[in-house]
């Protein structure tokens, strides 16, 4: 009791949940990033064979999405800036 209040009883199950809240949060990122490390990979092979302007725009973009995620990912290694 704090100040003629009654102070609501910790739950033994409150810190397991936000256990497994924090460990669904760090699987929901990592798939979130695969997911685009995917889809980036996708577009930069579609690139590679074809060569054609909009695939290359493709691949950016979708290295876009993925820099944006994943900050060991960089994008200007792959196409640096001229």
């Not at 033994?12 to 980036?40: C, H, S, T, V, W």
Request: cysteine-free; charged content about 35%; proline content about 4%.
């Amino acid at each position: 009791m704090k100040d003629g209040r009654i102070l609501p009883q910790r739950s033994p199950y409150q810190d397991r949940f936000q256990e497994f809240l924090e460990g669904f949060k760090q699987y929901e990122k990592k798939y979130l990033i695969e997911k685009a490390q995917n889809e980036f990979l996708d577009a930069f092979s579609k690139w590679l064979k074809t060569r054609k302007l909009e695939d290359k725009l493709e691949a950016i973009r979708k290295g876009m999405q993925l820099e944006a995620i994943d900050a060991t990912f960089s994008l200007k290694a792959i196409f640096p800036l001229k």
